[in-house]
């Protein structure tokens, strides 16, 4: 059963760090785009980064650009986000979604066919 777990989640103080990780099973992760999403409380999901299958483009959601890291480790089957200069707006669970045919904007969710539960992100003092 295809399946993506999110770790690395927690509390943090605004300018600390935290690196995301997305582990998948039951399939071949270098055979997908994948995406990072996050949703605020009391807001919709959406993009914070994506990295292609190969890893060699990324794209990242304008708030997070420069702060924001996203990688692929194909061996490994694992996809990291480092998140530095964490701020406040930052606070939300994060997901992992994978998609097979990253054809529309990489922000375009239908088109991610796997998803993972989510991690939560807490930026405060």
């Known amino acids: 059963q295809a399946q993506l777990v999110e770790s690395g989640g927690g509390l943090m103080q605004p300018g600390g760090s935290l690196t995301l990780s997305c582990a998948a099973s039951?399939?071949?992760?270098?055979?997908?785009?994948i995406g990072w999403f996050r949703q605020a409380p009391g807001k919709e999901r959406e993009g914070v980064s994506c990295?292609?299958?190969?890893?060699?483009?990324?794209f990242y959601k304008e708030a997070v650009k420069g702060r924001f890291t996203i990688s692929r480790d194909n061996t490994k089957n694992t996809v990291s986000l480092q998140m530095n200069n964490l701020q406040p707006d930052d606070t939300a669970v994060y997901y992992c979604?994978?998609?097979?045919?990253?054809?529309?904007?990489?922000?375009?969710?239908?088109?991610?066919?796997?998803w993972g539960q989510g991690t939560g992100v807490t930026v405060s003092e």
């Open positions: 979604a994978a998609s097979s045919t990253l054809v529309q904007a990489w922000w375009w969710e239908p088109q991610y066919e796997h």
């Open positions: 039951g399939f071949t992760l270098d055979d997908y785009a």
């Open positions: 990295i292609s299958r190969n890893g060699a483009s990324t």
